[in-house]
């Protein structure tokens, strides 16, 4: 694959979320750039720093982290190397998680927590108002409207612009979305699990953003020797970049984060934006993965 454009991200195509947040669909998910078990730093800061400024080089114009990566290292590192941000950059956040130590989470959708936590993410964030806050996952201790009319109520106090949701089933999305605008989902959703295919056809069908998380299941796909393996090859490309392009196709609200604390992976995952896949090869990577 030929390497020419110097912001490789901007050939995904452009998305409007909340039509007035105007974002390339390729984006960047900043989990990967805190501690081993997404807790504590990262053992290279200055590395981490490096992947967060040259990511918008690339043309990554949107970002999505979460007050729990680290917890809190995710967000205090954006600002560090991006701030102030550039009049495009487009950055979410999400709260609705605890932490008890490496690879430990724990729902916790108490408006009190959410609460808490949007103050803390506008802090470190060094913002008066988040750009897309999302609910990090429901709490089946708290009634999840409960949860997100926490959210309806900092939005009207000026804290959040947009509110989005994350790791909900189509019920949950339609229940949210009598209360308030919802502009973005983001749920598990890769080429080997597509659970979240009904969230993402309401997605598709009112213009809601989709954000695939674990969009290369950790790195699984990258290493298939299979149909992706051959297609890559004809396009002069890695499994994983065809995996990502394989998303940017499936859908036209599709936005994906893949994230990385790799310069060398961050440089291949944008250029990923610069495949396309024909209609035949979508449908090949389609039905070589069967759905879960």
Wanted: charged fraction near 20%; charge should be negative; proline fraction near 7%.
């Amino acid at each position: 694959m030929q390497q020419t454009n110097q912001r490789p991200a901007s050939a995904s195509g452009t998305f409007l979320l909340a039509d007035t947040l105007k974002i390339y669909r390729l984006g960047f998910g900043a989990m990967r750039i805190t501690g081993r078990g997404v807790w504590g730093p990262p053992p290279d800061k200055q590395a981490s720093l490096a992947v967060l400024r040259h990511a918008l080089e690339l043309g990554i114009n949107f970002i999505d982290t979460a007050n729990s990566y680290g917890p809190e290292v995710s967000e205090t590192l954006i600002a560090e190397a991006l701030y102030p941000y550039p009049e495009h950059l487009v950055i979410a956040t999400k709260g609705g998680y605890g932490r008890s130590g490496p690879d430990q989470w724990y729902p916790d959708g108490h408006p009190d927590h959410l609460r808490a936590a949007l103050e803390g993410s506008l802090k470190r964030l060094r913002v008066d108002r988040i750009d897309v806050y999302q609910l990090h996952t429901p709490d089946p201790k708290i009634p999840f409207e409960d949860s997100v009319g926490e959210l309806v109520k900092q939005q009207a106090a000026g804290k959040i612009r947009s509110i989005g949701l994350s790791n909900v089933n189509s019920q949950q999305l339609e229940q949210a979305r009598k209360m308030t605008t919802i502009v973005s989902v983001q749920n598990r959703y890769n080429l080997t699990d597509r659970a979240s295919e009904d969230v993402l056809d309401i997605c598709q069908s009112e213009s809601i953003g989709f954000i695939p998380w674990f969009p290369l299941a950790t790195g699984d796909l990258a290493k298939d020797q299979g149909q992706l393996a051959r297609i890559a090859s004809q396009h002069h490309a890695t499994p994983g970049q065809i995996a990502l392009a394989w998303l940017l196709k499936r859908a036209c609200v599709m936005l994906p984060i893949p994230g990385t604390n790799s310069l060398k992976h961050l440089e291949e995952n944008a250029r990923a934006a610069e495949i396309q896949l024909s209609d035949e090869e979508y449908q090949t990577i389609s039905e070589g993965f069967p759905k879960k």
